[in-house]
């Protein structure tokens, strides 16, 4: 189940490598990729910089300082730990994902059946990177942070309601759980960030929710189902998460 950033598509051609988790990055896996426009120590350093406090000191031991944000966490780790009796996995991924840099996050259950949520911090990078000259350093930040965050917990949505495809999926079983997915997070998600007499909501978020309220809130409505359809068109036949 990827969490597609929507913003301009450019295919890269490299593969995904994975890294274990909350742990720091291992940059030995990384493979050789042919369009790799950050170096490892450029990823890590990002990490550290930028996403390492929001994940591991904060939201992932119940500490975010966003109480929206915060409160949704909880719920979804609670509901992951009854549907899985496994602790959530969160990877790092080093490198883009092949089919678009503005794929921010993934999902999937692995042969354990442990519960594992990606984040690609490359494509994070991209996304900072516009969100900064857009919106500049600061308020570009709390957007940034906000922007993953809210990725994030859209796979633990997919995670724990059991939205996820099984390998090799088809196109419509993919359209199936996004659908469903999203209809969590903009109603139990974006709604409440959106209802905020600030709100920090990139258009990407915005976009998804916008949707989501021109369908009526209803996942089974016709609007809905193309809206999802058509974002994620590009997944196509590849077995993507
Ligand atoms: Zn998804």
Redesign the pocket.
Known sequence: ???IYIGRNNKSDTPVTQTKAVAPIQTSSLQSVEKQQFTKEAIVQFWTDHMERTFREELLVGKCPDPIINERCQVLMGMLNERYHKQLAVQMINTFNPLSEWILAGCFVNDEGVPVADLNIPASMRIHENLILTDGPELGEKMFIQTVLTGFL?ELD?LAYGFVAKKGHSQEELVYH?KK??AKTCELTLTPLAARKVSLLGNSERAYLDAWVKSGRDENSLLWDKFIRETYEEARGTGSR
Request: zero cysteines; aromatic letters at 12%; a negative charge.
């Open positions: 189940m990827v969490g859209h997919h996004e997915a999203w």
